[in-house]
């Protein structure tokens, strides 16, 4: 080869490598005498210069401020003398960054627990399931406010009704986005898909092949992005570590990198990338919440400046929703959205996706995959499971385990205690060519259980220390080998214990170097559980933990009545749930709030139990009856209670069993009139005044006198538990002339027992009433309420504004969202009207048996308006989605009769027959 051909050869490969520009590379073939007016390339310009130094790694470019002359006398020369050190620059960054990219997809793409059985357990045998296997798309739901995680949680109490938007457009549409979930709710694993599909798609030559499958998920404009994903955890022990270090984003890169065994060039790439202009980033903080709170506005103010340093990148960031109700740990500019749970299609779409990846890598025959998909589908809806389910990482568990067992548990203990057993089972079991964990351990005399026994400490010791009431814990090496050793025997077989988990997806992670944690919370907190129930005095120490740290301890105390309860502990869970509620509410003196709170996780610990076997043991019928007791005072103990704790503790109550009403007699209130209370005959005035009343509406006007017979009516509007009876008892298929009734929405069957049905029509409000007059025989004949006796019962004879007086004060009643839902009726003790009756002003809406008249001054007996003519029907009340201008006691609506919606129920009259 010449050297006119070597040098040709040599701009050639600079060209390929995008080290020459196209001009530069023209004029440098002209420079060393080869015509190129022929070829395709194109004709070089008259002028041409190299601007400057050629250093080490540059882009080689002219322009043409010069003389071509010059290009043939020294720039040629010039770039010739640096073309073959550029040349192997660029071909080991371009290695790096392969190796970088191939290493990040490979990370991203795991799915724990993705080896199905103790053949596959090994780090090298089988192949496991990978997250891009069966990644299903996440929705988001975007709060109205967010000034508090009350707002959220209200979010995600309506998803249902909102509007779900895919997790990947809102990446897509908005630079700056915080991402907010509860744990498990997929936050990471969104981070981890987005960032493995621009990984696999820097390593790939057509790498807009790779973001494809994007496009199927939700919107993607974007292309190909370079993917930089930053552990807020890990950043966070890297600034703690040294207190003299700043917090640079920039210096801890460049660390983990070098640590990692990447050179300089690595992050000088990176660095100038986040410069380029031209080319975005796609830069991921993940896990805001797990950086202390000490140094959280530390690293808030870090992030604001990285992302105001390098503008055009595009940033997400992933926090848990209470960590991020805090202004003083808000992002500024940054656009915040909720991840909503799986629905019912997305839970679905991910069973389908598993089993089918499994056909696929042949672990089973297409027709056993499809069929076992439709029974996991089965078992998910039509249990309680289905809640657990939309978290996506108890999904992949439940998952794992119908794969394994081909059924699943029926509550969540037992789905938990599977798991356990399972991932055991794993150690356990030889894998190909290799060892199992007990045959490393090589002690004959170790059983299993006492590995069990030594994690379920650690997992206890975990739990004591770890300074956040969310999240794992990180557990040192050392820490684990000293918490190991006394169930092991020696620190040489905690050693081996500990390097044969190191390379297995289990119950321990390793996360960091010299880090373990679980998998999740969720497992923690349950073997800690288990634990617990292996203490001599288990009773009497769990109690004391709850008195000491309820936050902590709660969700521990609970799992751990219930494992103790199926596994022959029952008498044993009974007295752990007796110490922490010893006497009655009528024997405490003073009730404060830490004994209601106690009195609430008692409530939860007996429903873990179950209540079959409380009620099997005359102990559990005592203390069933004792927690009942403080549920339904603390429900009504407004001066200690807030208004979501009372309805809490009254859900806790509707799941027990609520005392007040009875089941013998169709779920209504437990006392000789059945929950009616009597409005005497004699006038009032209807109607608003708007001398008096400012937000009097014109269908209001004018205020007239009204005289009514006497009449009953019903201290609660009609709860999901008395109408599941009436359901139940017509009967889902007779006809409407048969029974009065055909079900149209199931709905109204899905809220707690003590809570007012909602999702129900008024035809289907006035098939109760035709119903229950049957029930009742003489007594007399049920009917909704016309307006005129709705609106008398609410405010009395004296015209107050509100059912409950002439304020509206926050917290007293269920309205304007505060809750977020309806809430058990009677939670509101001081919304109660003149003559008894509760949740008049707020909760629920309530039908009318009339449609809306016209007033007139003129006093009126016993109104009724249109019924027969109208097509509509009245409703009336505020609801707990009202604001307070709705919850005033003349305040009118009407809808269709055959609408229903989650804001109105209903209450009943008694009329003699």
């Not at 090298?124 to 508090?148: F, H, I, K, N, W």
């Not at 990471?188 to 621009?198: K, R």
């Not at 009433?769 to 609106?791: F, H, S």
């Given at each position: 080869?010449?050297?006119?051909?070597?040098?040709a050869?040599?701009l050639?490969?600079?060209?390929?490598?995008?080290?020459?520009?196209?001009?530069?590379?023209?004029a440098?073939?002209?420079?060393?005498?080869?015509?190129i007016?022929?070829?395709?390339?194109?004709?070089v310009g008259d002028?041409?210069?190299?601007?400057?130094?050629?250093?080490?790694?540059?882009r080689?470019?002219?322009?043409?401020?010069?003389?071509?002359?010059?290009?043939?006398?020294?720039?040629?020369?010039?770039?010739?003398?640096?073309?073959?050190?550029?040349?192997?620059?660029?071909?080991d960054?371009k290695?790096?960054?392969?190796?970088y990219?191939?290493?990040?997809?490979?990370?991203?793409?795991?799915?724990?627990?993705?080896r199905?059985?103790?053949?596959?357990?090994?780090?090298?045998?089988?192949?496991?399931?990978?997250l891009?296997?069966?990644?299903?798309?996440l929705d988001t739901?975007?709060?109205?406010?967010?000034?508090?995680?009350?707002?959220?949680?209200?979010?995600?109490?309506?998803q249902?009704?909102m509007?779900?938007?895919?997790?990947?457009?809102?990446?897509?549409?908005?630079d700056?986005?915080?991402?907010?979930?509860?744990?498990?709710?997929g936050?990471?694993?969104?981070?981890?898909?987005?960032t493995?599909v621009?990984?696999?798609?820097?390593?790939?030559k057509?790498?807009?092949?790779?973001?494809e499958?994007?496009?199927?998920?939700?919107?993607?404009?974007l292309?190909?992005?370079?993917?930089?994903?930053?552990?807020?955890r890990?950043?966070?022990a890297?600034?703690?570590?040294?207190?003299?270090?700043?917090?640079?984003?920039?210096?801890?890169l460049?660390?983990i990198?070098n640590?990692?065994?990447?050179?300089?060039?690595?992050?000088?790439?990176?660095?100038?990338?986040?410069?380029?202009?031209e080319?975005?980033?796609?830069?991921?903080?993940?896990?805001?919440?797990?950086v202390?709170?000490?140094?959280r506005?530390q690293?808030?103010?870090?992030?604001?400046?990285?992302a105001?340093?390098?503008?055009?990148?595009?940033?997400v960031v992933t926090?848990?929703?209470?960590?991020?109700?805090?202004q003083?740990?808000?992002?500024?500019?940054?656009?915040?959205?909720?991840?909503?749970?799986?629905?019912e299609?997305?839970?679905?779409?991910?069973?389908?996706?598993?089993y089918?990846?499994?056909?696929?890598?042949?672990?089973?025959?297409?027709a056993?995959?499809?069929?076992?998909?439709?029974?996991l589908?089965?078992?998910?809806?039509?249990s309680?499971l289905l809640?657990l389910?939309?978290?996506?990482?108890?999904?992949?568990?439940?998952?794992?385990?119908?794969?394994s067992?081909?059924?699943?548990?029926?509550?969540?203990?037992?789905?938990?205690?599977?798991?356990?057993?399972?991932?055991?089972?794993?150690?356990?079991g030889?894998?190909?060519?290799?060892?199992?964990?007990m045959?490393?351990?090589d002690?004959?005399?170790?059983?299993?259980?006492?590995?069990e026994?030594?994690?379920?400490?650690?997992?206890f010791?975990?739990h004591?220390?770890h300074?956040?009431?969310?999240?794992?814990?990180?557990?040192?090496?050392e820490?684990?080998?000293k918490?190991?050793k006394?169930?092991i025997?020696?620190?040489?077989?905690?050693?081996?214990?500990?390097?044969?988990i190191?390379?297995?997806?289990g119950?321990?992670?390793?996360?960091?170097?010299?880090?373990?944690t679980f998998?999740h919370?969720?497992?923690?907190?349950?073997?800690?559980?288990?634990?617990?129930?292996?203490?001599?005095?288990?009773p009497?120490?769990?109690?004391?933990?709850?008195?000491?740290?309820?936050?902590?301890?709660?969700?521990?105390f609970?799992?751990?009545?219930?494992?103790?309860?199926?596994?022959?502990?029952?008498?044993?869970?009974?007295?752990?749930v007796?110490?922490?509620?010893?006497?009655?509410?009528?024997?405490?003196?003073?009730?404060?709030?830490a004994?209601?709170v106690?009195?609430?996780?008692?409530?939860?610990?007996?429903?873990?139990?179950?209540?079959?076997?409380?009620?099997?043991?005359?102990?559990?019928?005592?203390?069933?009856d004792r927690?009942?007791?403080?549920?339904?005072?603390?429900?009504?103990?407004d001066?200690?209670?807030?208004?979501?704790?009372r309805?809490?503790?009254?859900?806790?109550?509707?799941?027990?069993?609520?005392?007040?009403f009875?089941p013998?007699?169709?779920?209504l209130p437990?006392?000789?009139?059945?929950?009616?209370?009597?409005?005497?005959?004699?006038?009032?005035?209807?109607g608003?005044?708007?001398?008096?009343?400012?937000?009097?509406?014109?269908?209001?006007?004018p205020?007239?006198?009204?005289?009514l017979?006497e009449?009953?009516?019903?201290?609660?509007?009609?709860?999901?538990?008395?109408?599941?009876?009436?359901?139940?008892?017509?009967?889902f298929e007779?006809e409407?002339?048969?029974?009065?009734?055909?079900l149209?929405?199931e709905?109204?069957?899905?809220?707690?027992?003590?809570?007012?049905?909602?999702?129900?029509?008024?035809?289907?409000?006035?098939a109760?009433?035709?119903?229950?007059?049957?029930k009742?025989?003489?007594r007399?004949?049920?009917?909704?309420?016309t307006?005129?006796?709705?609106?008398?019962?609410a405010?009395?004879?004296?015209g107050r504004?509100?059912?409950?007086?002439?304020?509206?004060?926050?917290?007293?009643?269920?309205?304007?969202?505060?809750?977020g839902?309806?809430?058990?009726?009677g939670?509101?003790?001081?919304?109660?009207?003149?003559?008894?009756?509760?949740?008049?002003?707020?909760?629920?809406?309530?039908?009318c048996?009339?449609?809306?008249?016209?007033?007139?001054?003129?006093?009126?007996t016993?109104?009724?308006?249109?019924v027969?003519?109208?097509?509509?029907?009245?409703f009336?009340?505020?609801?707990?989605?009202?604001?307070?201008q709705?919850?005033?006691?003349?305040?009118?609506?009407?809808?269709?009769?055959?609408?229903?919606?989650d804001?109105i129920?209903?209450?009943?009259?008694?009329?003699?027959?």
């Amino acid at each position: 080869m010449t050297s006119i051909e070597e040098q040709a050869e040599q701009l050639r490969k600079a060209y390929e490598n995008d080290i020459l520009d196209e001009t530069t590379y023209k004029a440098a073939l002209e420079g060393i005498g080869i015509d190129i007016s022929d070829s395709n390339i194109g004709i070089v310009g008259d002028h041409a210069t190299v601007q400057g130094d050629i250093q080490h790694g540059d882009r080689i470019g002219v322009d043409s401020g010069g003389d071509v002359s010059f290009a043939k006398d020294h720039g040629i020369s010039l770039i010739l003398k640096h073309l073959n050190l550029t040349i192997q620059a660029v071909a080991d960054i371009k290695k790096t960054l392969h190796r970088y990219l191939t290493d990040l997809a490979a990370e991203t793409d795991r799915l724990p627990w993705g080896r199905l059985s103790p053949e596959q357990a090994g780090p090298d045998q089988g192949e496991s399931l990978r997250l891009s296997d069966v990644y299903t798309a996440l929705d988001t739901t975007e709060p109205e406010r967010m000034d508090c995680e009350d707002d959220v949680r209200q979010c995600l109490a309506r998803q249902a009704r909102m509007e779900r938007i895919s997790a990947q457009r809102m990446i897509n549409d908005h630079d700056r986005l915080v991402l907010l979930g509860d744990p498990g709710s997929g936050k990471t694993t969104l981070v981890n898909f987005l960032t493995h599909v621009m990984a696999c798609a820097g390593t790939e030559k057509e790498p807009d092949a790779c973001v494809e499958c994007l496009k199927k998920a939700g919107k993607w404009e974007l292309g190909s992005l370079f993917p930089l994903r930053i552990i807020l955890r890990e950043f966070a022990a890297w600034v703690e570590k040294d207190k003299d270090r700043k917090s640079d984003i920039g210096a801890f890169l460049r660390s983990i990198l070098n640590e990692d065994g990447y050179s300089d060039e690595l992050w000088e790439f990176i660095h100038e990338g986040l410069q380029n202009t031209e080319v975005p980033f796609l830069v991921f903080f993940d896990g805001l919440d797990e950086v202390p709170a000490t140094i959280r506005q530390q690293v808030v103010k870090t992030i604001n400046a990285f992302a105001e340093t390098y503008q055009h990148n595009r940033y997400v960031v992933t926090c848990r929703i209470y960590a991020y109700t805090d202004q003083a740990f808000r992002l500024r500019g940054f656009r915040q959205t909720v991840l909503a749970p799986f629905s019912e299609e997305q839970i679905s779409h991910f069973i389908d996706a598993w089993y089918g990846e499994l056909a696929a890598q042949k672990r089973m025959k297409r027709a056993d995959a499809e069929r076992l998909a439709e029974g996991l589908k089965s078992a998910i809806s039509d249990s309680d499971l289905l809640a657990l389910a939309e978290r996506p990482l108890i999904m992949t568990v439940m998952a794992l385990l119908h794969t394994s067992y081909g059924q699943l548990p029926e509550d969540r203990v037992e789905l938990y205690r599977w798991a356990v057993e399972l991932l055991f089972r794993r150690w356990k079991g030889q894998v190909k060519g290799e060892k199992s964990l007990m045959a490393a351990l090589d002690m004959p005399q170790l059983r299993m259980s006492d590995l069990e026994a030594g994690l379920y400490h650690v997992a206890f010791y975990a739990h004591s220390g770890h300074s956040h009431s969310k999240g794992t814990a990180d557990i040192p090496e050392e820490v684990l080998l000293k918490q190991l050793k006394p169930y092991i025997g020696s620190w040489d077989k905690a050693e081996i214990f500990v390097r044969y988990i190191r390379e297995r997806a289990g119950l321990l992670i390793r996360h960091k170097t010299d880090a373990y944690t679980f998998p999740h919370r969720t497992f923690q907190e349950f073997m800690a559980a288990c634990h617990i129930t292996g203490l001599k005095e288990y009773p009497s120490e769990a109690a004391k933990l709850i008195r000491e740290d309820p936050d902590r301890w709660r969700i521990v105390f609970v799992l751990a009545a219930g494992h103790a309860a199926r596994t022959h502990q029952l008498g044993n869970a009974i007295a752990a749930v007796t110490k922490l509620c010893p006497v009655s509410i009528g024997e405490a003196e003073t009730p404060d709030k830490a004994a209601f709170v106690r009195a609430v996780i008692s409530g939860e610990a007996l429903l873990e139990i179950g209540l079959v076997g409380v009620n099997r043991e005359e102990d559990g019928k005592i203390i069933l009856d004792r927690v009942k007791g403080w549920l339904l005072a603390g429900m009504q103990a407004d001066d200690v209670l807030q208004p979501r704790e009372r309805v809490e503790a009254g859900n806790i109550l509707s799941q027990l069993g609520d005392p007040r009403f009875n089941p013998d007699m169709w779920y209504l209130p437990n006392d000789e009139n059945l929950g009616f209370v009597t409005v005497p005959a004699g006038p009032f005035l209807m109607g608003s005044d708007k001398e008096k009343d400012s937000g009097t509406e014109y269908d209001e006007m004018p205020r007239h006198m009204v005289e009514l017979s006497e009449y009953a009516i019903t201290r609660y509007p009609v709860t999901v538990a008395q109408f599941g009876v009436f359901v139940e008892d017509s009967g889902f298929e007779l006809e409407v002339e048969d029974s009065g009734f055909e079900l149209e929405d199931e709905y109204c069957l899905r809220g707690a027992n003590n809570h007012p049905v909602v999702w129900v029509s008024w035809d289907e409000a006035d098939a109760y009433c035709r119903w229950l007059t049957k029930k009742l025989k003489d007594r007399g004949t049920v009917r909704l309420p016309t307006e005129a006796q709705w609106e008398k019962a609410a405010r009395g004879t004296d015209g107050r504004i509100y059912p409950c007086g002439d304020n509206l004060v926050s917290g007293k009643t269920n309205y304007g969202f505060d809750i977020g839902s309806t809430s058990p009726v009677g939670a509101f003790p001081e919304d109660v009207s003149p003559y008894g009756c509760m949740d008049m002003t707020g909760n629920v809406s309530e039908w009318c048996f009339d449609g809306m008249r016209n007033y007139t001054e003129h006093a009126v007996t016993d109104p009724i308006g249109p019924v027969e003519k109208s097509p509509d029907r009245v409703f009336r009340s505020g609801s707990w989605d009202d604001p307070a201008q709705f919850c005033r006691a003349a305040n009118r609506y009407e809808n269709f009769p055959n609408n229903r919606n989650d804001y109105i129920g209903f209450r009943l009259v008694l009329l003699p027959s």
